[in-house]
């Protein structure tokens, strides 16, 4: 009896291990499959015609990506611009005025806004925000503005829940000094508690734009999908993501290890986001 | 506990084998009818299932099933036989000659603008020159100074294959137009958009959009026929060899007076009759 229940037990241990494993195994697969397609074509392009080439026209041998490079950061950065101050002020009202009951109600309400897809945000986006900005500043509506406004809303949900949980590690004996020298609550939070926080906050923004530069259906549907460098916040644009959905379909050949190219590119960006986000919470941590 | 957890793990296997079986199950289902697959041009796409729909009433021991993918991937699909017809809306090029090609209609590409756009008129010329970012402003075409807000297919596309060869020649399609990844979504944005303009199938004209005449002959299928309207490509069905039994049938009946009928009726200009 004692025996069959170790057994079980070291089974149950292998069958957990091989499921951790597996994510990374996964992970291995999507590295070596994306490299593999997409390389060879740095090889014979040039690292530098890919990247920093402004022509994009992959049935005729032209592979330029900086303009989708530069247009995926400046959405990125449009969306952090419009959502950074909305979500910090949202989580600090979460963890330190609001009360049990409207935490409660909060709390649900935002993993709703993260549980809804993004085809209906982008669906919103060009229903309203488009004709919007078309009929009241100009130009097509489609445009980085329109983009930024979408993304910035869709990354709410992870700022929040991050920043918040940041907040909320801060301990209360920091506060505590705090009012007992005699500050007001909104003094504490400025000069105390979001100091403390800090490291964690910038976290959350970092790991938003890493969800908002990996945004793809939403993004094609408000952006326009241009290919010029946009020169105004009216301007259409491409990002890397939309590229590859956009044209994927119809790709084949070079085209296809063109869009690949363009995945290898988004893949460096995003583990820069995740590495440069892990190490501020890793010195949050240590600190 | 333990044993709650075999439990659960017993039953999700017995769901995995279940629905693995019924995926079996489906497979032997379908064989029992003759399948053909069609695959490749979203353009060719709804008028192949219209067709399919007829001749599986005529023909119910037959099953025709059409895909998507756009014309490159029919051209593959075709080539390595993953389907027995691939459709293309461009013509084939040289390294894939050795499908063969059955016309099957002609389409019109038309350009189209939003319903309260006062132009009616423009030149092939102009047209080329709004997509190689020449003419950027309505005011060059007699309306109000407001910029054109253009929209055309993504790369790869067959509508845009053909708008490239048969409109802009050997010019470039300039980096600030806007673009759009199928016929309905460049004509959703026309139609919202009062100062758009873009080029869809003609298949695909409704009363949303406005066609404009090209130099002063309107896209329709009489002045296709009678080569006055010359934004036309062909829809092709592309087999490898012979085509034979099944595809054989389907293509016959595409080709035969009623075929031909539907694809009129759904503007598209026939090969024959």
């Not at chain 2, 390294?95 to 002609?106: F, H, N, Q, V």
Request: glycine fraction near 10%; charge should be positive.
């Amino acid at each position: 009896m004692v025996k069959t229940f170790f057994s079980r037990e070291q089974a149950i241990k292998l069958l957990l291990l091989l499921a951790a494993f597996s994510s990374l195994l996964f992970l291995f697969v999507i590295f070596i499959f994306i490299l593999g397609e997409g390389l060879p074509l740095f090889y014979r392009v040039g690292l530098g015609n890919i990247i920093l080439g402004f022509k994009w026209a992959p049935t005729k041998g032209s592979f330029g990506i900086f303009p989708m490079i530069v247009s995926s950061y400046m959405v990125t950065l449009g969306a952090l611009l419009f959502g950074a101050p909305l979500a910090l002020g949202c989580a600090t009202y979460l963890a330190e005025y609001a009360g049990r009951k409207t935490k409660i109600f909060l709390k649900p309400a935002l993993e709703l806004l993260a549980g809804i897809p993004s085809v209906v945000y982008g669906f919103l986006g060009v229903i309203y925000i488009v004709p919007l900005i078309r009929e009241h500043l100009g130009g097509p509506g489609f445009s980085i503005l329109a983009t930024s406004v979408v993304l910035g809303i869709m990354i709410l949900p992870t700022i929040i829940s991050i920043s918040f949980d940041s907040l909320m590690s801060v301990p209360v004996t920091y506060r505590e000094a705090s009012v007992a020298m005699g500050a007001t609550k909104w003094q504490t939070i400025q000069k105390v508690v979001l100091p403390a926080a800090r490291s964690g906050i910038l976290a959350s923004f970092i790991l938003g734009m890493g969800r908002a530069v990996g945004e793809t259906m939403a993004v094609i549907m408000v952006a326009g999908n241009a290919l010029k460098i946009p020169l105004s916040v009216l301007d259409p644009l491409r990002t890397l993501t939309s590229n590859i959905a956009l044209e994927l379909a119809y790709a084949a050949g070079d085209h296809r290890s063109g869009l690949f190219s363009t995945g290898v590119v988004l893949l460096i960006i995003i583990m820069i986001l995740n590495f440069v986000a892990n190490f501020w919470v890793k010195r949050r941590v240590a600190g | 506990m333990n044993g709650k957890l075999a439990t659960r793990l017993a039953l999700l296997l017995l769901i995995v084998i279940v629905f693995l079986g019924s995926l079996g199950l489906h497979r032997s289902g379908a064989s029992r009818k003759d399948t053909i697959t069609l695959a490749g041009s979203t353009s060719v796409m709804p008028f192949s299932e219209k067709l399919a729909e007829y001749f599986m009433v005529g023909n119910p021991k037959c099953a025709v099933d059409v895909q998507g993918g756009g014309s490159s991937a029919g051209v593959q699909a075709a080539m390595n036989k993953t389907v027995q017809i691939g459709m293309s809306s461009r013509k084939l090029r040289d390294d894939e000659k050795i499908l063969k090609e059955i016309p099957i209609c002609y389409d019109g590409i038309s350009i189209i603008v939003h319903p309260g756009n006062p132009v009616r008129n423009i030149t092939e010329d102009q047209v080329r020159q709004i997509y190689n970012g020449e003419i950027r402003n309505w005011k060059q075409l007699g309306w109000i100074d407001r910029a054109i807000d253009a929209v055309t297919r993504e790369e790869g596309s067959g509508t845009r294959g053909a708008f490239e060869e048969l409109v802009m020649k050997k010019e470039y399609i300039d980096d600030r137009i806007m673009v759009q990844d199928s016929n309905g979504s460049v004509k959703e944005v026309v139609a919202t958009d009062p100062y758009a303009i873009g080029y869809v199938s003609l298949g695909m004209v409704d009363a949303k959009v406005k066609t404009l005449t090209i130099g002063g002959v309107a896209p329709t299928v009489t002045n296709i026929r009678q080569n006055r309207y010359h934004m036309v490509r062909p829809f092709l069905y592309l087999t490898l060899g012979d085509p034979q039994g099944t595809t054989k049938a389907f293509i016959d009946f595409v080709l035969s007076r009623d075929g031909q009928n539907i694809l009129r009726r759904e503007g598209l200009v026939p090969v024959r009759g």
